[in-house]
């Protein structure tokens, strides 16, 4: 039986350089924030980054976002070599438990024929679903890359989404990362 320890990371944790390489090997630099960025955003109280074991070993991590009553999965990444395992459902249960009254939600990649990585959109999209969250099918335009809003148990809407990024980001820098949101 799986037994999953998440650990706070920070500049100074023994696997921040692990973390690192895996969320710049994971995530295509037009999809990620410098990583730095995403520890500088702790100091607001509004984030959380935690690795993820299972024993001594490091599967990967989960980036999460408080806002109200949101739990927003910013970023969310297996070592290739843990993928296909149940490790994803299994996080994904956890945070659900852990973070019980709290609306979870997450962006992925819009699914479309378009897209030369359509297969992979296809791919996540069918694990999301599975694991109990919902395509709201809402449209979401990040630094000029679509995302699909998914949600488990009551919905999110953009409009939550946008509030929870406005307080992370600052308004300056959200007017960069979103074009034309009121």
Known sequence: MMELRYEIVGPTHRDYNRAKSL??????????????????????GLTEF????????FLGFVHLVHYKDLLYLFFFA?????????????????????????RLYLLAEEVNPK???????????????????INSRAL??????????????????????FALMRELLGEKAFSIYYKNVE
């Open 50 to 57: 935690l690795n993820i074991y299972d024993g001594q070993t």
């Open 140 to 161: 979401i335009v990040e630094y000029g890359v679509p995302y699909e809003l998914y949600y488990a148990g009551q919905e999110v809407s953009k409009k939550e989404h």
């Open 23 to 44: 969320f710049l090997h994971a995530f295509p630099p037009q999809e990620r924030p410098p990583f730095e960025a995403l520890f500088s955003w702790k100091d607001k």
């Open 78 to 102: 297996l070592n290739e070599e843990n993928r296909n395992k149940g490790y994803g459902s299994k996080i994904l249960r956890e945070l659900r438990d852990r973070y019980e009254g709290n």
């Open 115 to 133: 897209y030369e990585d359509n297969a992979n959109r296809k791919r996540r999209e069918a694990f999301y679903t599975r694991n109990g969250l």
